[in-house]
């Protein structure tokens, strides 16, 4: 049975540490980095699981083409909605000055549509994928106005997703608590 598991928390709060962990014992993992390079604690717990169990995890840095990257695959994670959200934005609007209502609505649901069409793959895979994502709920509305509208767009499509979701956790200071499923 596919299964969806939304994960979200602060800034090094222990969220991609559980996702490894959570699929520790899997062989073929796809490990899809949306910016920059995978964080070396991560890289590090992979490279000891592989070599420890015997097994292969493919890591996608810089991915593109979410949907297709999922297609057949029983196990995925992405790291991070946060930074894929942050990417889409500034796709559609590459000065936050120019942000307004209704390309926030087309950048959310450009995001949600691409996600659903993710979880769709793996559904049809009979897959699982683990979602991380940074939870920005806890933090005091930003002066600095691209900040607010990255908070709101990002508030919303993790709203979106978790309700789509299987299973939802909750990281905070290196524990994860289950908060639905």
Not at 31 to 39: F, R, T
Not at 58 to 78: C, H, P, Q, W, Y
Not at 128 to 140: A, Q
Request: overall charge negative; aromatic content about 8%.
């Amino acid at each position: 049975m596919a299964k969806v598991t939304f994960i979200t928390g602060g800034a090094s709060s222990g969220k991609s540490r559980w996702a490894v962990t959570h699929f520790a014992g899997c062989d073929n993992v796809l490990y899809m980095v949306i910016s920059g390079s995978l964080d070396d604690d991560t890289a590090r717990r992979i490279d000891y699981n592989c070599k420890e169990r015997g097994i292969e995890w493919e890591v996608k840095t810089e991915a593109d083409n979410l949907a297709e990257l999922v297609k057949g695959r029983k196990f995925s994670i992405l790291d991070s909605l946060a930074a894929y959200v942050n990417r889409a934005a500034y796709r559609k609007c590459p000065d936050y000055s120019d942000m307004n209502d209704i390309i926030r609505r087309e950048i959310e649901q450009q995001v949600i549509n691409e996600i659903i069409d993710v979880l769709n793959n793996v559904r049809e895979s009979n897959g699982n994928i683990i979602i991380l994502s940074t939870e920005l709920g806890f933090c005091p509305i930003p002066s600095q106005e691209d900040a607010r509208w990255f908070r709101e767009i990002l508030g919303n499509v993790n709203q979106r997703i978790a309700n789509l979701s299987n299973e939802v956790h909750l990281s905070a200071s290196g524990i994860t608590f289950k908060i639905k499923g």
